[in-house]
């Protein structure tokens, strides 16, 4: 730290979600001098925080549980008294949501700013002294602008402020669910945009407490903000390359797995995120390519713009794909037939929902009226209801005797409950326990012919063709 870096004792962090409460947990974990508390609104929220019982954490993330048992209560804390947290911070982190407007301009595509806005003005009425305010949100470029013109509004006008003043910066949180523990311990670089060479160096101490020196970068503040957005359209885009591959895969006899591996074996290109599916969910990447695709027209680049859209819309086309040649496969039809659902996540090791693939291929399979069983090891029934819009069926006999021809669902405990007297399984997100699955067993309790669709390809296609299961996988033209 250089000598006029100011040294931070106390960290206040707005937001205790899948982003802030891993992110501070880490930072708590091996700065075990700087005293750090989460805060939120939602006070259930916090309540899950402070559960006695590690297992009943909001965010389900391998690990997590641990670090939070080793720092909560010792320099760690999650309240909803956000005021005095904020009074008694040297910095503050925004972590608040900020999704897709739904509606006024640039509904569809720009960020809602909202939650990051009021934070700003919550900091600017709390906060005293100093104060470092650094985006941890993933945001627009030049919102710093926003929070900068907010706090400066606060600087040393309110009565009382006693000098009160504030650097901002932007530190993007590149983490991604199911392995963020591993990616906040060891991360490939962590990124600091700034104007203030001593906020940028007092944030850049607290990571050199376990992030080696050469992976701290220091860039402008708007340098910073649009890396973020860059990076997760980039990782978007391979995602919608390897899709569309996949698909001309099927058309053409050719394996989407064996295309991936002999290019990515180009270390130009390279092996990671090139595994077809069904489609990208997640709170980033939707979301943060829209806003691209928003700033790029406001700037006029409708050119650019149009690029990063089609990215989107490929991934969209994907899902709806998946679900129509579900149908197709049963004969054209899924009216009445129960049809198992294996994952809803969007994506292993997280109980995470947020722009899952399953929310939109579960509702054009419920609009062909299937009966839909779901199986996820770690997704409350509560979280697929919301999802879904609707409730689930009262019981498996009331399914059952449904012959109305609308589509209903209801939530499994177990694989073996979901495919029980199911057409077809459709495998949706990568959980280890869908790898080795008893398909001999499971098949006999499925009505035949029956199907498997593995869009996630982590079946074992011996065991599946050996159970007498129809399968069709990903990208694999050889099959179906
Ligand atoms: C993150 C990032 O912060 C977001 O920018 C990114 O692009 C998506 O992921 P995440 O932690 O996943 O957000 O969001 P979420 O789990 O919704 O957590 C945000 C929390 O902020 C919520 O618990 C919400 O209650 C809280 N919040 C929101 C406040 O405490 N105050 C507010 O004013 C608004
Ligand atoms: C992403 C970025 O990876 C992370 O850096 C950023 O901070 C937040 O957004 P996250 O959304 O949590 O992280 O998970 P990620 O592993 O990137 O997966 C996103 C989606 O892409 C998932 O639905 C996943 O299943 C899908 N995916 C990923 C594929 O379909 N194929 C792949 O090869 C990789």
């Not at 949180?173 to 906040?184: H, K, Q």
């Amino acid at each position: 730290m250089t000598s006029s870096a100011p040294e931070i004792r106390t960290i206040c962090c707005i937001g205790a979600g899948y982003v802030g409460g891993p992110t501070m947990a880490v930072i708590a974990d091996r700065c075990p001098q700087i005293r750090v508390t989460v805060v939120d609104l939602n006070e259930v929220r916090i309540a899950a925080w402070n559960a006695a019982d590690l297992s009943k954490l909001p965010v389900y993330e391998p690990g997590l549980d641990a670090v939070v048992g080793r720092c909560r209560g010792r320099n760690l804390f999650f309240t909803t008294a956000v005021e005095e947290s904020i009074a008694g911070a040297d910095m503050v982190f925004l972590s608040v949501n900020t999704p897709t407007k739904t509606k006024g301009l640039g509904a569809g595509q720009a960020s809602d700013l909202r939650w990051v806005e009021a934070s700003a003005r919550q900091v600017a009425a709390c906060a005293q002294g100093h104060t470092i305010v650094v985006e941890k949100s993933t945001l627009p470029v030049r919102t710093a602008e926003t929070v900068k013109a907010i706090l400066s509004a606060a600087q040393g006008s309110v009565e009382g402020s006693h000098g009160k003043t504030f650097s901002v910066l932007s530190n993007p949180e590149f983490l991604a669910e199911g392995t963020a523990i591993g990616d906040l311990e060891q991360p490939d670089r962590v990124l600091i945009g700034g104007e203030a060479p001593a906020a940028i160096e007092a944030l850049a101490a607290i990571y050199a407490n376990w992030v080696p020196a050469d992976r701290i970068l220091r860039t402008n503040l708007w340098s910073s903000e649009l890396s973020k957005l860059t990076a997760n359209a980039f990782l978007a885009q391979r995602i919608s390359s390897i899709n569309s591959i996949a698909a001309f895969c099927e058309a053409t006899g050719a394996d989407v797995q064996e295309v991936a591996r002999a290019i990515g074996s180009d270390s130009r290109i390279g092996s990671k995120f090139l595994k077809a599916g069904p489609g990208f969910g997640g709170s980033c990447f939707q979301k943060d390519i829209l806003n691209l695709v928003y700033l790029c027209g406001h700037y006029g680049l409708h050119e650019v713009a149009a690029y990063w859209q089609s990215v989107v819309e490929l991934n969209t086309w994907q899902q709806h794909r998946i679900a129509r040649l579900v149908v197709n496969r049963l004969f054209g039809t899924v009216t009445g037939k129960r049809v198992a659902l294996l994952g809803f996540a969007f994506k292993a090791d997280t109980n995470d929902t947020r722009e899952a693939p399953a929310i939109r291929i579960a509702r054009d399979l419920l609009e062909e009226g299937a009966q839909l069983a779901i199986y996820d090891p770690k997704v409350s029934t509560a979280q697929m209801t919301s999802d879904l819009g609707r409730q689930p069926a009262a019981s498996q006999q009331k399914q059952a005797a449904d012959l109305s021809g609308e589509g209903s669902w209801l939530a499994c405990g177990s694989v073996a409950e979901a495919v029980h007297g199911a057409d077809a399984a459709v495998i949706l997100t990568e959980w280890q326990e869908f790898r080795g699955l008893p398909w001999q067993e499971l098949a006999a309790q499925m009505r035949q012919p029956a199907w498997l669709f593995d869009a996630r390809a982590v079946a074992d296609v011996e065991a599946v063709r050996q159970a007498g299961l129809r399968l069709w996988r990903v990208g694999d033209g050889q099959q179906g």
